[in-house]
């Protein structure tokens, strides 16, 4: 055979011994939502503080009055499956999850998820992973829904930072219209390590400021402000 012939003969050979040793497809890596009928996967986000990206998925049914029930699930990546239900929210038949975002002071984010919603006011959960679980976050003053509102005659919001040496502080700012008076309270806290608030300082200023008074919506890094 010439040295023409053989280069052909192989050159037809290739495609088929290629196809025959061709690697079987691998399986989808599992997520927050395999086996799980209406789910959507919504992040990839450390949610147990171990460093690496766990699957966040969420399910929910939407009843007359918006999502009267909601499901977060978390597919960690050692493999644990955790998973936290909301009842009874109203979220006008959209999907709740609103996102993950660093929060309290414990490695890992938090889980946002809408529980209410007005025309110009919105209340979440904040959920949070402790002891092996998730469970819910309480907003400063004890309350188990973080409420944010953007209107003409009201104004709530959530702030966020963190120092470059570590030091959290959480800021609340409500603002109301009376008369063509504004009011504007502000307060801070340091998140503790049982996951509650302590506040450090707080005031409370009168003003026509218009400027100083727009303190609507999540100002967390992260998170979608809303309207504020």
Known sequence: MSRTSATLT???????????????????????????????????ADVDGDGR????????????????????????????????????????????????????????????????MGNHGASFRVITYRSGALTTQLAPGGEYRWTIDSSNYANAGYWRTASTNGTIRLTRKVSSLEGELWTLSTRTYSPTWSDGWTKVSGSTIATTDIRKVKVGGWHVPYLDSYYG
């Open 53 to 116: 990206r766990d699957s966040v998925g969420i399910s929910w049914s939407t009843g007359s009055g918006g999502a009267d029930r909601s499901t977060v699930r978390v597919l960690t990546a050692d493999g644990e499956r955790l998973s936290t239900t909301t009842t009874d929210s109203h979220w006008r038949g959209a999907n709740p999850w609103w996102g993950a975002a660093a929060i309290n002071r414990r490695a890992g984010h938090e889980l946002v998820v809408g529980d209410d």
């Open 10 to 44: 192989l050159a037809v050979l290739t495609p088929a011994l290629g196809l025959s040793l061709a690697a079987p497809a691998q399986a989808a890596a599992p997520t927050a939502c395999t086996g799980v009928t209406a789910c959507t996967v919504v992040s990839r």
